[in-house]
């Protein structure tokens, strides 16, 4: 179904602002430089001193600013992670795991915004306890989903508790239905995924919960709206048995286009990983087999972990974005956001715990202006993080 609501949320936005306090003194910064307070520090943009969307490395969430822009009013119920379409640079789309919806904001943050909620028919099999999702080529999108339970009834009329993978759909305003009628693909092999990522063409990689894997999707040639040929795709597992699965909590993954790599949050090994997946060579085939796709098991490309959370306070990192050659992480047993280069080393880091509720932080991403939106699953709510 679609219900839509303009609705200018002004009150809720305009000057919404959280501050946690002056009282606690600032803990020094976990790659060991001391946070530094001095006008000279203020005015630096990065470096030792930190960012200044993440305070500036007095890890303070009084040092940012923090709006709440939408809650359960604009649909949201247990949302798991966010995007900016593309197309659409203010257009922010929200995965609802709790009802298999996706809220999409207008104007996100605006005193103009307003939200769509999208549901349309079949969605809690095409959306089914949807965790994740990415835009892809002009006018794709993808989701997968923390499923693994009947989405269509029992077989044999029905699918097999196994059957879940990703959804691959038009990705328009006025296309997209969360339904039956606007997927234009969908392949199975992927049940209690975490986290997607686009690669190119329509190319994705799921992290894939129920086979602790990173599994590498290629659609290829998309069947029409509403088809049911998956026969043609190519679907190649990576790294079997290597990272964690934590029910309920997202692990969300990257693909960088320059080095070719995968980066992925690993909460239940409170790390962050990566996988070069040049490194591997193809193998066995994998089953059951419910799409007559090419399935294989990669072999040979093992991950590596780029940072152990555990030695800087991250315990459980879930979102995880690549923004200007940096990851921004969230750790969802703590409510930090952080940021760490692609060599493994924290930049700076934001406490929001008296925000956000431990277990809260999910889904993560910035937009063009460098600001921070991460998602609530435990308060129904998207925060916007910038600097002062």
Known sequence: MHRSHSSSLLGLIA??????????????????????????AITADSGPVGLPVLGRGTHREDAVQVRVIATADSDLATPRDLAFNPASPRELWITNFADS???????????DQDFDNRAGPQHTHFMSHVSCLAFGAPGMLATAHEEDNFTQGPPPRGSPVDFMGPTLWLSGYDEFDGGHASHIDMLHNSPNAQGIAWEDANIYWVVDGYHRSLTRYDFRAPHEPGGVDHSGAIVQRFAEGEISYVEGVSGHIEFDRESRRVYFADPGNHRIGSLDPAEGRTTTTISPNYDGATQRRMMGASTTTLLDGATVGMMAPSGIALHGGRLYVSDNATSRIYAVSLQGEVIDWVDLSSTVPAGGLQGITLDAEGRIYVTDSVDDRVLEISAR
Do not use: H, Y
Not at 17 to 36: E, F, K, L, N, R
Not at 101 to 111: D, H, Y
């Open 101 to 111: 919806s996706m809220t999409i904001l207008r104007n996100a943050g605006a005193a």
């Open 15 to 40: 000057g919404f602002s959280v501050g946690c306090g002056d009282s606690a003194s600032p803990p020094t910064q976990a790659t060991g430089d001391a946070a530094i307070t001095t006008d000279a």
